[in-house]
């Protein structure tokens, strides 16, 4: 596809890059310093969960069932907790440890238990040369952190509208025994805010790898973050797995901390019963027992599936709106001009936008120039390398949507008079 930029006549393009200069020293001139980098929820969303706050006091019964909120035990977590998050995904509560505030945490233990100890009776990654994990791109950085950090190697996978390219998946997965994982964000993906399909999930559930210390990393991060009604459906991983007759083949997360407060949430793991055993065995040996007055919270707060989904309602209220604005300055500013796409999720924290080859780092850093700081362009591919240059992750739920206006209006801007310098470049 030409851009509307590319068809114009030489003359044209100069006076649309003239008055694009112009528009962008107008921004320059007013020392803008927005920001729509961060996928964090706003002070309107974490207010929303204040309330927890006032629910343990000195008066509470610090008593779960025949558990001590105020003392070691339940290393697995609260039994209401575990309750709470096993119905969130489905699963059984025996196979589900509550532990700490974040599941980014809980990935990295469990891929620093596959290094350092072993899966499956296996030898321990570091003992077995050149481990790979797959990194479907566009992802999440940190996922991506977590492996480099370990020296293992991570590889790009396409990312499709409904999910990793499962062909490419099955080939690596299947035929390379030194493919020891793959990180998934199979609801409201991040950064692409895609839902796996089912087709997707089956294929994930029917893998046959080639090592048996291969395991699926699937981060469901935004398992109950819908915009609207009950959301896009995600089939059951686990159920998945039954109905392929699999077993040990997937570490399941998710956390709170996008529901009640970032860094001081609950984060949660599921397995398989022998998968759990095993990253218990590793999880006893790195604490006691969890942050159980925590999970009192959250359990006299959330209560059950059908209170969480009552209060991502009052999120989504605070959500929605900036979703839409997106989605209406982006319209409004590129729709005509055949420069770009983007994604409309229904839920999730992000919007994935593909501009003009060899664009993203250009029109980043010329947001920044204008004001508005933009998630780095690259970072959500392994080692920060987006191989068409293409990619810009936006985030707009932290700003008020009076600045998220105007940061989508000099992003708009910036897009547009990169786009235009391509052209006039290609020209030359
Ligand atoms: C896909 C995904 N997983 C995990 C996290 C972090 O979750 P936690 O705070 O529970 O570690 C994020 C945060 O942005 C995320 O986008």
Same mark, same amino acid.
């Given at each position: 596809m030409t851009s509307a930029y590319q068809n114009m006549t030489d003359a044209a393009l100069d006076a649309a890059l003239a008055d694009l200069e112009r528009q962008a020293d107008d921004l320059r001139a007013l020392n803008l310093k927005l920001d729509m980098a961060r996928g964090k929820p706003s002070p309107e969303q974490t207010a929303l969960s204040k309330p927890m706050l006032d629910l343990v006091t000195s008066e509470t019964d610090l008593t779960d069932g025949g558990s001590s909120v105020d003392n070691y035990g339940d290393p697995d977590g609260l039994p209401s907790a575990r309750a709470l998050a096993a119905e969130l995904l489905g699963v059984d509560p025996a196979n589900v440890s509550v532990i700490g505030s974040s599941s980014l945490n809980l990935?990295?233990?469990?891929?620093?238990?596959?290094?350092?100890?072993?899966?499956?009776?296996?030898?321990?990654?570091?003992?077995?040369?050149?481990?790979?994990?797959?990194?479907?791109?566009?992802?999440?950085?940190?996922h991506f952190t977590v492996t480099e950090s370990f020296g293992i190697e991570n590889v790009p996978v396409p990312m499709r509208e409904d999910g990793p390219d499962m062909d490419v998946v099955r080939e690596l997965v299947e035929k390379d025994p030194q493919v020891k994982g793959i990180w998934c964000v199979p609801r409201y993906a991040n950064p692409t805010g895609i839902?796996?399909?089912?087709?997707?999930? !089956?294929?994930?559930?029917?893998?046959?790898?080639?090592?048996?210390?291969? !395991?699926?990393?699937?981060?469901?991060?935004?398992?109950?973050h819908t915009f609207a009604g009950e959301g896009e459906p995600l089939l059951n991983i686990f159920d998945a797995l039954a109905e392929a007759g699999a077993d040990n083949l997937v570490y399941e997360f998710a956390s709170t901390a996008k529901v009640t407060f970032p860094s001081s949430g609950m984060a949660w793991v599921t397995a398989s019963p022998s998968d759990m055993a095993e990253l218990r065995r590793a999880f006893s040996a790195m604490r006691v027992s969890p942050e159980k007055v925590s999970q009192l919270a959250h359990v006299k707060f959330l209560k059950d599936a059908a209170g969480v989904a009552e209060h991502m309602r009052r999120h989504a209220a605070v959500v929605a709106p900036r979703f839409a604005l997106v989605e209406e300055k982006l319209s409004a500013g590129l729709g005509e001009l055949g420069v770009a796409t983007w994604t409309h999720p229904k839920g999730g924290y992000f919007v994935s936008f593909e501009g003009p080859e060899g664009s993203a780092k250009a029109i980043v850093a010329l947001a920044k120039e204008l004001g508005v700081t933009l998630t780095g362009a690259g970072a959500p591919w392994p080692y920060g390398r987006d191989p068409r240059d293409t990619n810009i992750r936006i985030a707009p739920t932290y700003p008020s949507l009076e600045e998220l206006g105007q940061a989508l209006d000099v992003f708009v801007v910036a897009v547009k008079l990169v786009s235009a310098r391509l052209a006039k470049a290609e020209r030359a």
């Open positions: 990935m990295y233990d469990c891929v620093e238990n596959g290094y350092v100890h072993g899966i499956a009776g296996c030898k321990p990654w570091c003992q077995q040369g050149t481990v790979k994990f797959l990194c479907p791109a566009p992802g999440y950085d940190r839902t796996y399909s089912d087709d997707v999930v !089956r294929a994930f559930a029917a893998l046959k790898p080639a090592a048996p210390d291969f !395991r699926i990393f699937w981060d469901n991060a935004y398992a109950v």
